[in-house]
């Protein structure tokens, strides 16, 4: 039966501890895993140590096979996970200047622990190939010595810190209903919420850096909540969700 072979050679200078070892093997593994869960290639794929070979550390891995699951879905899975992690390299490696649709914080993270061992060893080298079939011509998708890896790595984790800053995008002139208030100046949103049904029903933290907002709303007589409030808002997310809105700008309030 054919096989497709994940390739990874490590050509180190000084042993490799164990633990580095494991955890960049492990990275692998949950990197694979990731990806065919994200193209429906099955939840239960795996790789398995197929082969350990001379030559510094060479380690060939194969996939599992699910019952359920044709043997032609497995090798295609071995073989767009290559092409996975060719364009993750690529766009680290700065060689495209397009993201991977398939990179994430854990892909980033992942690709880190991976090429770890070849960080701490000065003058290694890593390469990480796949073979689509014994005999068949390899396909290099991850290749580089301890000194680019360690670049790449930087790259990686400046990546992964600006993926996870609070994304923000502003909405001019927002309506937006009160849900709780509280005594203060309203800049750190303690205590303060509404909805902008517009953007999500449910209530959201009010941070307010215009004063007039809060003003209208602790120094009129008349209870808060039964008007409407119009401002420019800066809707705060964190990935997909939304953190808190931002008023910039406040205009009136109104009777709904």
């Known amino acids: 039966m054919e096989e497709n072979t994940i390739e990874i050679h490590f050509s180190n200078n000084k042993p490799i501890e164990l633990v580095d070892l494991a955890n960049s093997m492990t990275a692998l593994e949950n990197e694979f895993h990731n990806f065919c869960e994200k193209k429906d290639s099955g939840a239960d794929a795996k790789l398995y140590v197929k082969e350990v070979r001379k030559g510094s550390v060479i380690i060939d891995l194969i996939s599992s096979v699910p019952a359920l699951m044709p043997l032609v879905d497995n090798l295609n899975a071995v073989t767009e996970f290559g092409g996975h992690l060719g364009g993750l390299f690529s766009f680290l490696s700065g060689k495209s200047s397009e993201k991977p649709a398939t990179m994430d914080v854990e892909s980033l ?75 203060g100046d309203g800049k750190n949103g303690v205590g303060d919420r509404g909805t902008i049904s517009s953007v999500c029903k449910s209530p959201k933290k009010l941070i307010s850096v215009d004063d007039n907002f809060k003003k209208s709303i602790l120094e009129a007589p008349e209870n808060a909540f039964d008007y409407g409030y119009v401002a420019d808002v800066e809707v705060v997310r964190n990935g997909d969700s939304i953190v808190a809105y931002r008023i910039t700008k406040f205009y009136e309030r109104f009777e709904p």
Not at 121 to 142: C, R, T
Not at 168 to 175: R, Y
């Open 109 to 183: 993270r992942n690709f880190r622990k991976i090429v770890r061992p070849v960080v701490k060893d000065s003058g290694s080298h890593i390469s990480v190939s796949v073979k689509d079939s014994p005999g068949a011509v390899v396909n290099v998708v991850l290749d580089g010595d301890d000194r680019q890896m360690s670049t790449y790595s930087a790259k990686a984790k400046s990546e992964e810190d600006l993926s996870q800053i609070p994304k923000v995008e502003s909405i001019e002139k927002a309506v937006i209903l009160l849900t709780q208030i509280r005594n």
